[in-house]
């Protein structure tokens, strides 16, 4: 299948990264790089948009330091919905389609069970709430949108935003000997973005707009994750299970976040592996098993 062409923002982060590398034998693609590409100045995004002459774009930069957004509010509305909401509008002026990522932590948790779309978002946190503002801009701007929310990811390239991904934190931390304390209840599904970036590609063929969840199949708090991490490497370190309250991380964040792919599901998208089979795969990949 062809695809149209494609502008791709924050195409050297964690996600961006996987969807350039998908994306390049697959269409014509325009990776747009920070501080080159700034979404936040608005007339030059517009005027490097308009030039470009793209179908699609691809949006991937967030703010994503969850506990730094509670200290700087201003910067994570800047980026996350602000800079959005002007996004939005210049898609809607060039007649784009729009692709935007969302976060599991535009829930409160309190349902227990998978969370699908038609769910009511309720965030707890200054990022949730800066994230969730965004998505209502690209739904209300936007005629032809995908939001795509996701949970947990992690991918070769690993979190501009936040430094590392956890897989890689783990993996790094596998040896040194010190106690671990990890969070235990706090429930989430590890994503892949390698496969993430599959699945994103799957669907714009569909050209079914909408809000969408998209990750791996499973669930596992934390610490379940670093325990079959630990698993995979044969590694045994000193893993402590801790609560969210003992852990004492800045921001509130939901003791339930895992998302159901529904409406992919409904639409026929081809299945998400088990996070653990994910894993796996990343592990192989970046040769530490
Ligand atoms: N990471 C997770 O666990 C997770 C979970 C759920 C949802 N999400 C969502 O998934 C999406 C992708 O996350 P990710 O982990 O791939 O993030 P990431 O690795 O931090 O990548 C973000 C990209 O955006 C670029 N960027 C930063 N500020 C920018 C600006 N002002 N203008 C243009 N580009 C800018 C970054 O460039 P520089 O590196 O040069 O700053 C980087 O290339 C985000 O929307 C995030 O909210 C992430």
Request: aromatic residues 0%; glycine residues 24%.
């Given at each position: 299948m062809s695809y149209p062409k494609i502008a791709l923002i924050g195409a050297d982060g964690q996600l961006g990264t996987d969807l350039l590398a998908h994306l390049k034998s697959k269409t014509e693609v325009a990776p747009l790089y920070y501080p080159d590409f700034d979404l936040t100045q608005p007339e030059t995004a517009k005027s490097i948009l308009t030039d470009l002459k793209s179908d699609i774009v691809i949006n991937t930069a967030a703010f994503n330091r969850v506990d730094e957004c509670e200290d700087n509010p201003e910067e994570a509305l800047a980026l996350n919905t602000l800079a959005v909401r002007d996004l939005s509008l210049t898609c809607r002026d060039l007649g784009l389609v729009l692709v935007h990522f969302s976060t599991d932590y535009v829930f409160n948790g309190n349902k227990r069970a998978p969370y699908i779309e038609m769910d009511e978002a309720a965030p707890l946190s200054v990022y949730g709430v800066s994230k969730l503002a965004g998505e209502f801009f690209v739904s209300s701007i936007v005629p032809c949108h995908f939001i795509i929310r996701t949970c947990g990811l992690y991918g070769a390239a690993g979190c501009w935003g936040k430094g590392n991904n956890f897989v890689d934190t783990m993996v790094s931390l596998a040896d040194n000997g010190k106690p671990l304390r990890i969070v235990d209840d706090q429930w989430i599904t590890p994503t892949s973005t390698w496969e993430l970036a599959d699945k994103v590609i799957e669907l714009l063929?569909?050209?079914?707009y909408g809000l969408y969840h998209l990750t791996n199949e499973g669930e596992c708090t934390w610490y379940g994750f670093a325990q079959e991490i630990f698993l995979l490497l044969g590694k045994l370190p000193d893993v402590i299970p801790v609560d969210s309250a003992t852990y004492g991380a800045k921001a509130p964040r939901p003791a339930y976040s895992v998302l159901e792919n529904k409406r992919a599901k409904d639409l026929g998208l081809s299945d998400f592996s088990h996070w653990k089979h994910a894993l796996k795969d990343y592990l192989i990949k970046k040769g530490h098993i």
């Open positions: 063929g569909h050209e079914k």
